[in-house]
């Protein structure tokens, strides 16, 4: 697990432990409640989209740091 996804996982386990108090405290059917466990899913999301990103090759990587590099030309037909 990368440093990233190790930090968002931290993040949803936080995020679940504030959820579960704003809903103990406001009771389940409220906004704050909705709106705490929102902010969970969208944590969630965003472990889901960094554990599909395919990590770039050695090109695409020269690419990103040479756009105008030969090897990087992409051409139109």
């Known amino acids: 697990m990368s440093d990233t996804q190790e ?9 679940i432990e504030h959820a ?5 405290i406001s ?3 409220s906004a704050e409640c909705a709106a705490a466990w929102d902010a969970v899913e969208e ?11 395919k990590p770039k090759n ?3 990587q020269y ?3 040479n756009p105008d590099a030969l ?7």
């Open 7 to 15: 930090k968002i996982q931290d993040q949803i386990q936080e995020e």
């Open 20 to 24: 579960r108090a704003v809903c103990d």
């Open 43 to 53: 944590l969630q999301a965003e472990a889901s989209h960094q554990r599909n990103k």
């Open 71 to 77: 090897e990087c030309r992409v051409y139109d037909d």
């Open 27 to 29: 009771g389940g059917n």
């Open 63 to 65: 690419c990103d740091d």
């Open 58 to 60: 050695s090109l695409e």
